[in-house]
Nanobody, 123 residues
Framework: DVQLQASGGGSVQVGGSLKLSCTTS????????VGWFRQAPGKEREAVSC????????YYADSVKGRFTISRDNAKNAVYLSMHNLKPGDTAVYYC????????????????WGQGTLVTVSS
């Protein structure tokens, strides 16, 4: 019943931009913190950006600060990740996820996960 669908990935050159979207259904979106996580080949899944149910306390990984922006639209049950000045190190599969009530950055604390969308940045 719970669904999270990530989209918007693609292949871009260094310095390019992409906007990822995650549409959700089947749960009380307004009561969940949401986050974007990424996983590159051979590496652990890591938090990229997370935000509270009211988007009042966003978290950004040091590697993306100043380049990525997370936002959410509770009326649409959706969360977005705007990515600018992309670098080769941003290449990964990006996942959206939801955690009940309290915002956390540990991926093991997220209850719901969507399918990933691949971002490839070439130099």
């Amino acid at each position: 019943d719970v669904q999270l669908q990530a989209s918007g990935g693609g292949s871009v050159q260094v310095g390019g931009s992409l906007k990822l979207s995650c549409t959700t259904s089947g749960f009380a979106f307004d009561d969940y913190a949401v986050g974007w996580f990424r996983q590159a080949p051979g590496k652990e899944r890591e938090a990229v950006s997370c935000t509270s149910s009211t988007n009042s306390s966003p978290y950004y990984a040091d590697s993306v600060k100043g380049r990525f922006t997370i936002s959410r639209d509770n009326a649409k049950n959706a969360v977005y990740l705007s990515m600018h000045n992309l670098k080769p190190g941003d290449t990964a599969v990006y996942y959206c996820a939801a955690a009940h009530r309290i915002m956390v950055v540990d991926p093991s604390m997220y209850q719901y996960w969507g399918q990933g969308t691949l971002v490839t940045v070439s130099s």
